[in-house]
């Protein structure tokens, strides 16, 4: 029986998800929040339906990582740590070097740490869960599973931005995008839904959380996507403002007497999108729960709804067509209202939705009818399994590449 574990580290925070692999059951769950800030908390999940809460300080992510494995045994969850066989680290940046996922090495390690500039929070903690992992698991095997890799397939002309090409030779200014794992996931799923190879299927993948992004998938491979060097552009999100005109800022900062660059980007990454324009919150629920008495919130909606339309529109044109369109992450997996608002839109394709089945949750579904000329799918999304399911792979190569040797 191989156990495998699901690690998404961040500066402060350590989720978790552990995989009995040949079922692909999840064992346990859960969260250490608040590393190295006061009053941690830990919540796991795990059995049947039982949970372990508690408070305490968590003073580094090697206490935690040490603390979660002490847990896990005295929950009797394992009963020896050698039964995890492998950990699989979300890293958000992989750069243009990782083009998929790897067994982590020193160079590898090395590697990411290079490439934290692109990812100045999110690659250093990413480095800290896999340094703490090493430590108390030394043999289990390490894989990296990287956000920006999915996307390495684009063609050129849809990861060039439009400025002076030595940026990009010199600086590695790209479109990189982000949620590859969520995008790979999904589009995998779709493919067996509609019983087709995904060689065969172009899709358009959104991701609405309270970040969001639009993936065009075509024969299998990322195409275009909406986030860009960093996951400010795409489409309006929870916060962020998604595309907008960057010579604005210029004129913002001698507006608000603003001093730095980075004080006006924190603006475009944290009170902008859904909370900027409704002025509500930055939760769709909310914003849609005013929406019927406030003009704003009902903006903010609309111009969420709109964006997805914009990107779908153009997505479709760029493939030179689109077979499935699928909806995953927060407000795609729940909202049945945006959905449904969008898809409306989307009628002259040949969109047709059977509202009963729109309204299912917590499922994977086709939520179109069967004369729709474009089907629309509603796919929870599961990046850790995506993630335990590439340690499971290379775990498998590595078994043949070692029984070759011997
Ligand atoms: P994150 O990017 O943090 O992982 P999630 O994927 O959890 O985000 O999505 C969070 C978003 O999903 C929030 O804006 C929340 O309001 C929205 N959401 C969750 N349930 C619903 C619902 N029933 N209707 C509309 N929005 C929802």
Not at 83 to 93: M, N, Q, T, Y
Not at 94 to 110: L, P, T
Not at 188 to 206: Q, Y
Request: proline letters at 2%; a positive charge; hydrophobic letters at 40%.
């Amino acid at each position: 029986m191989s156990k495998i574990i699901a690690i998404n580290a961040g500066s402060s925070s350590l989720k978790f998800k552990l995989f009995e692999m040949n079922t692909e059951q999840v064992l346990a769950q859960g969260l250490f929040d608040r590393i190295g800030l006061a009053q941690g908390a830990i919540k796991i999940k795990y059995g049947a339906d039982e949970e372990f809460k508690t408070n305490e300080e968590i003073k580094d992510h090697s206490y935690a990582v040490k603390r979660l494995l002490g847990l896990m045994l005295n929950l009797e969850i394992i009963h020896e740590f050698s039964e995890i066989k492998g950990v699989g680290h979300r890293v958000v940046a992989g750069g243009e070097y990782f083009k998929r996922s790897v067994a982590i090495n020193s160079k590898v390690i090395r590697k990411i740490n290079s490439l934290a500039e692109y990812a100045p929070i999110h690659n250093p903690a990413n480095l800290m869960g896999i340094k703490a992992f090493k430590k108390i698991l030394p043999t289990a095997t390490a894989v990296a599973v990287f956000d920006t890799s999915f996307h390495q397939t684009m063609p050129k002309e849809n990861y060039i931005f439009s400025v002076p090409y030595e940026w990009y030779q010199k600086y590695g200014v790209r479109r990189y995008g982000a949620h590859g794992t969520s995008h790979r996931y999904v589009a995998d799923v779709a493919a067996s839904m509609l019983k087709r190879p995904l060689k065969e299927l172009k899709l358009i993948s959104c991701h609405l959380g309270a970040g969001a992004s639009i993936c065009a998938i075509k024969n299998g491979k990322s195409f275009d996507t909406s986030m860009g060097f960093t996951p400010l552009t795409g489409i309006t999100m929870a916060t962020r403002s998604g595309d907008t005109d960057v010579a604005m800022i210029a004129f913002m900062m001698q507006k608000l007497d603003m001093h730095s660059m980075p004080e006006a980007i924190y603006d475009l990454n944290k009170k902008s999108g859904l909370l900027g324009i409704s002025g509500v919150s930055s939760d769709m629920r909310d914003v849609m729960e005013e929406s019927t008495t406030n003009s704003r919130a009902q903006l903010a909606v609309d111009i969420f709804v709109k964006d997805i339309v914009k990107y779908i529109g153009s997505y479709t044109a760029e493939m030179g067509g689109v077979d499935g369109i699928i909806f995953t992450a927060g407000i795609g997996e729940n909202s049945a209202e945006i959905r449904s608002a969008v898809l409306k839109r989307l009628s002259y394709m040949g969109i047709e939705v059977d509202e009963e089945k729109n309204l299912l949750r917590g499922e994977n579904i086709v939520i179109s009818t069967s004369s729709s000329k474009v089907k629309a799918l509603v796919i929870p999304t599961d990046e850790e399994l995506m993630i335990a399911r590439d340690v499971d792979k290379i775990m498998k190569k590595k078994n043949v590449k070692s029984a070759k040797l011997v």
